[in-house]
Each structure stands twice: as C-alpha cells, then as structure tokens.
C-alpha cells in the first residue's frame, strides 16, 4: 500500500536546488524511509543505485572499494577510487545528474560514511544516506562532514498524511481553524483525529488497521515494532544490563507523564526512581543517560523544557519526556494503568507537541518545545511559544474537554502571553478579545499561526 508523505516534496526541493551536498535522512525504524527514497529514486532519475550496508549489497560494495583503492608500489595510484568502485558495483554508473545512489544503514560502516566528504565534493551526481540508529554515529570512527550534509527527518505518518490515508486531506487543508465551514467537514476530521490518536502514524500499524479494523492487532503491531527495537539496538551496546534498560524505561516514561507535575528537578533521577526502586544497585545513572540518549537518538522519545511565567530568558532544558508517535504514547500510558480519560489527555497533549517540534527552530524559540509554570498562581501552561516570526508570546492549552483553561487566562490577563490558543477535541473553533484567544479543533495544531503581528 502506498502512502503519500509530504517529504517527498522536500526530496524534490532538494533536487532541483542541487547544492552538491549529500542528504542525511534520519528517522526511527519502521517508519518508511527506505520505501519513499527508492520511490523518490526510481521516479526522478535515469540511474538509481541503491547499497544496504547492513546487507549483501554493502558487503559487495566493499569489496568493490577494496578492489578499486588496491595499489602495489611503484604502480599509479588510480585518481578516483570511489567512482570506479561505482562502476564495479554497477556498470551502468554515470557520474552525471541523471544518477543517484542511495546508502541504507549507513551507521554499519565508519568506512562508507566517511566517504560523504568525497561525495559532496568529488561527485556530480545526487547522494542520499540513511538508517535507522544514527545515534551510532557519535562514536569516535565517524567522522561528521557537517558542511557537506544538508539533513531531513521522517517521522510516522503526521495526522495531515493520516487524513489523506482516509480520504480526509483535502478537507483538512481547507477546512476554517475557526468553526467557518460544515459541521459535517469538522465531524469527519474529529473521527479521524481520534483513530489517529488511537493508532498513530506508524505504516505498518496502519496497514494492519486497514486490513482488521482492530485495535487489538494494533496494539500487537505497536509491540512487535518496539521489540525489533529493542534487539536490534542491543548491536550497539556493550553491557547487557543497559540493553535491559529499555522496556522498563518505556514504562517509567509514561508514569511521569500520568504525574501531573511542573516538571522535575531531575529528570533522570526521577525518572530512576520511578523504574527501578529496589535494583537502583544494579544499574548506574551513567546506563540510564546512555538509554535515554539511545531512545532519543532512535528518534523514539524526545525532551521538552520549561519556562518560568513564559519568560523565553528563564528555560530549565529537559524537563519533560514525550514519545514521538502518538500510537506509542497511546500503548504505553494505557499500560501504566491511566484510565481511559487520562490516556487520551496525554496523548493529546504528546500531539501537539509534536506539532511544535516540526516548526522548529524555523518558527519557533528554543531547543525543544516548552511548557511553562506560572509562579503567581502556581498553575502549568501546557506549552508556550516564543514566536521567531513576530516575536510574541503564545500560549497554548490542550484540552481534551471543554474544561476552562485557568493558568492560560492568568498568563494573557498578567500580559504574559499575547495571544493564547485553546486546542479542544470538541469544539469546531471559534474567536474572543478581539482575535487574541482563539478557540481551534485539536486535529488543526499544525495549521495555527505564530506570526499574528507579522
């Protein structure tokens, strides 16, 4: 089944700019990079030459390389043993802009990777790189040719190529943030936000929704992907015990996000606690920061930051977990036993912050989205946006119901906040103050506007 995804768009931008650097494509396992890049490969270019290094084909290209970077002394030095490792590989290889090569699991060789210098520079065709645990990257072998890298994420499906899934995009595109258009258009969208919030974006999960209609089978589908996770990631480390890290910290992270709390003073200590209790003996700080940086670099969990009464000079970085798909969200809060309400709020709240993680750094102020806790009142804001368009602040409330937002109000009536949004799951929008608190549908986050005074 084919899904269209909106990088697809970036790919083609990428193309026709051709800035001679190589793309960096990163993304968790599972989430359809391969899948887009050949299709993107084999509809754009008269030669696409494709190298797994996690494969036979990587090994073959080795052995190519090998043979063409051979030399006896008192023999000339071949003058471009990359591209005639091409040609070994594959004899129709041309080094023209007709031709691209794409490189898959490319953190399984230091080797290739350090080859991307030469490709930007040395090469007139195009040149992708990917996998899946580029945090592998990081180790001291791996040479990081940033001036020669332009970089791209693939997430899980977003609710917008969810919607076009279920025949719903072109509504979404459309449709008033407000309440402006049909009732029936908002309805369609609300039933898809909440399959969406059920599922989440991962293809495979929804491949298995469309064949069953079962929740059950996605939940199946959700834990088979993290356990592939789970073995695969043991390749990269060293001690068991940190391998073991993982399950229980999936868990830990779900209980603080059930905690309703300003943030921790230390997240990892916190954090500890939560998972481990009596064996705190058995495993150190050191394994748990490297797991969590392994889930972070996997492109499985990442961090917010709080704000301190919505002052963008005031930030305490890392200060809250979020998973990075929604339907992981959803799978592992229901299993740290939050009932029913609890687990939608979180996973509401987990969307939109993957709202505002995808506008960033480009929109928006900061590392990683913020929350912020309000000192007056002793109350959180959900997230709070120093806008880099116009400058203003902007807050933001999630509510799955229609329950009044009371820290928001305090921040806008204290002139802490500029503007404020409430992201409601049932209402279809609608504008108070004079257009400085907006109401607007949960499922239209991606689509609200930072730049008001612009």
């Known amino acids: 089944m084919d899904f269209k995804r909106d990088i697809y768009k970036r790919l083609l931008e990428w193309k026709n700019d051709y800035t001679g650097k190589v793309l960096e494509v990163s993304g968790a396992r599972q989430v359809g990079k391969t899948y887009i890049l050949k299709k993107f490969a084999n509809e754009n270019f008269k030669h696409a030459i494709y190298i797994n290094m996690a494969e036979l084909t990587g090994e073959r290209f080795i052995m190519c390389l090998d043979e063409a970077e051979y030399w006896e002394p008192g023999t000339p030095m071949r003058e471009k043993p990359v591209h005639e490792a091409l040609r070994l590989f594959y004899q129709e290889f041309e080094d023209t802009r007709d ?22 520079r040395e090469f007139s065709c195009y040149v992708i790189v990917t996998g899946s645990y580029l945090g592998r990257l ?88 993290m356990g592939i996770f789970t073995n695969e990631s043991k390749r990269y480390f ?33 954090l500890s606690k939560i998972v481990y209790k009596g064996e705190s ?29 919505c002052d963008y000079l005031n930030i305490k970085e890392n200060s809250r977990f979020y998973f990075l798909d929604v339907g992981i969200a959803q799978y592992f809060v229901k299993r740290a036993g939050a ?15 993957l709202t505002l993680l995808r506008r960033m750094p480009r929109e928006i102020a900061g590392n990683a989205p913020w929350f912020a806790f309000f000192e007056k009142t002793k109350g959180e804001l959900d997230f709070y946006v120093r806008s880099l368009m116009d400058n203003k602040n902007y807050g933001i409330e999630v509510k799955s119901t229609d329950a009044q937002a009371k820290t928001a109000r305090a921040l806008f009536d204290a002139r802490k906040l500029d503007y404020v949004y409430y992201l409601k799951g049932g209402s279809n929008g609608g504008i108070a103050e004079g257009g400085r608190i907006m109401t607007v549908p ?13």
């Open 238 to 270: 060293d001690d068991v015990m940190e391998t073991e890290t993982f399950e229980k910290l999936f868990h830990g992270i779900a209980v603080t996000l059930i905690r309703e709390k300003q943030g921790v003073r230390d997240l990892v200590e916190d």
């Open 339 to 353: 009932d029913e309400t609890t687990v939608k709020s979180i996973v509401a709240e987990n969307f939109v912050y």
């Open 442 to 454: 949960i499922y239209l986050a991606d689509r609200i506007s930072f730049d008001l005074e612009k």
């Open 99 to 120: 031709s691209i090569i794409i490189i898959d699991e490319i953190q399984e060789s230091s080797r290739i990777y350090n080859l991307i210098r030469t490709f930007a």
């Open 138 to 225: 990081l180790a001291k072998e791996f040479f990081l040719p940033a001036g020669d890298l332009e970089s791209v994420t693939l997430e899980t499906l977003t609710f917008a190529e969810f919607a076009e899934v279920f025949g719903q995009r072109e509504i979404y595109d459309s449709v008033d943030l407000f309440g402006g258009a049909d009732a029936k258009q908002y309805e369609a969208l609300k039933e898809c936000y909440d399959l969406y919030q059920r599922i989440g974006g991962y293809p495979s999960v929804i491949k298995v929704y469309l064949e069953y209609k079962s929740y059950e089978r996605c939940d199946e589908e959700l834990a088979r992907l």
């Open 281 to 309: 003996g058995r495993f150190t700080k050191k394994m748990i920061n490297h797991a969590i940086g392994w889930l972070r670099a996997s492109h499985i969990i990442a961090y917010a930051s709080k704000s301190i009464d």
